[in-house]
């Protein structure tokens, strides 16, 4: 954690990737959990947070998070149109991550001043977002998807794409991506697993997010 990062300025893309070796990846229902799991995430190191569009909450727990966390930042994921980009910024969100690329996606994320983290899965997924000018890229679903070795494929012709590795990364796996030079962080759903939301396990996340920000990057 940089900090020295002002978190009520506007953020890049790049000092998103670059605060903790991990984005945790949240689905929420309920605007009060919001809160507390972001207070739980902060005090283990992490503070920027993907809430994911996936749940009708999910815009409402944003704006929680971001009326009542100030020391973290709420970012939106599963952000899949113009619409979402517009909405999750309405909200309260400081940036956005998509699972894939369109230009609708990314000019809407331009004009309403989020950040961006595109996914890409393919070289020309990646030659798109980089022609509307995006060089710091989710790869997604990046286990799936070719895990390590696809990564260091792309280091040669798109040496320089910085990414975020999201899809199938654990506690176990995460070493090995956060140790390729074109890896700045990865994202994930284990610092938030769902029992431990429903048994208001907070300690538990704190332990799981401090856990992860002793990886090395
Ligand atoms: C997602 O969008 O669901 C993320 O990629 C999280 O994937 P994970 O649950 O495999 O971490």
């Given at each position: 954690m940089d900090v020295?990062?002002?978190l009520s300025s506007p953020l890049s893309a790049l000092q998103v990737m670059q605060d903790a070796s991990?984005?945790?990846v949240i689905v929420l229902t309920d605007a009060r959990q919001a809160v507390l799991l972001a207070r739980?995430?902060?005090?283990?190191?992490?503070r920027m947070l993907e809430v994911t569009l996936r749940t009708p909450q999910a815009?409402?727990?944003i704006?929680?998070?971001a009326r009542n966390v100030p020391e973290a930042v709420a970012g939106a994921g599963t952000v899949r149109s113009a619409a979402d980009a517009q909405a999750c910024a309405m909200a309260g969100a400081r940036f956005a991550v998509s699972p894939g690329y369109t230009h609708a996606v990314g000019q809407a994320c331009r004009d309403a001043?989020?950040?961006l983290l595109p996914g890409v899965a393919t070289g020309s997924e990646i030659m798109a977002a980089q022609e509307d000018g995006f060089m710091e890229l989710k790869f997604f679903p990046a286990l799936q998807a070719g895990g390590p070795a696809m990564l260091k494929a792309w280091s040669g012709p798109f040496g320089d794409v910085r990414f975020c590795p999201?899809?199938?990364i654990t506690v176990a796996n995460a070493a090995e991506f956060l140790a390729l030079p074109n890896v700045v962080c990865v994202g994930g759903s284990w610092l938030t697993p769902a029992e431990a939301l429903a048994r208001g396990d907070w300690e538990q996340i704190t332990t799981l997010a401090r856990q992860a920000c002793q990886m090395r990057r």
């Open positions: 020295n990062l002002e991990v984005i945790p739980a995430l902060v005090a283990g190191g992490i815009l409402a727990c704006e929680a998070i001043g989020l950040p999201t899809g199938g």
